[in-house]
């Protein structure tokens, strides 16, 4: 069974930084590409960073400079460093690989001003 499981998520200041775990299960990841998205209150899902099977990665220009996805095929995980968060970084961030697979329940991040 695939199960996709976000977490690292929490409340944090402007400024702050949080990592973000996903463990994906069910499946070896080591060939696909895995993309971390967000969705913002009212806004639509979006794509933040992705790191392919070669460990290039790429990020939306939102993010960039901020965050730092990597992978752990031997875990089959893949993390999301965050850091200088603000207020636009709130949402609910899932994983998954960014062509097929469902959606996972995602992992609620927070920012303060």
């Known amino acids: 069974e695939v199960q996709l499981v976000e977490s690292g998520g929490g409340l944090v200041q402007a400024g702050g930084s949080l990592r973000l775990s996903c463990l994906l299960s069910g499946f070896t990841i080591d060939r696909y590409t895995i993309g971390w998205f967000r969705q913002a209150p009212g806004k639509q899902r979006e794509l933040v960073a992705s790191i392919s099977a070669s460990t290039g990665t790429d990020y939306a220009d939102s993010v960039k400079g901020r965050f730092t996805i990597s992978r752990d095929n031997a875990k089959n995980t893949v993390y999301l460093q965050m850091n200088s968060l603000n207020a636009d970084d709130t949402g609910v961030y899932y994983c998954?690989?960014?062509?097929?697979?469902?959606w996972g329940q995602g992992t609620q991040v927070t920012v303060s001003s």
């Open positions: 998954k690989p960014v062509v097929g697979y469902s």
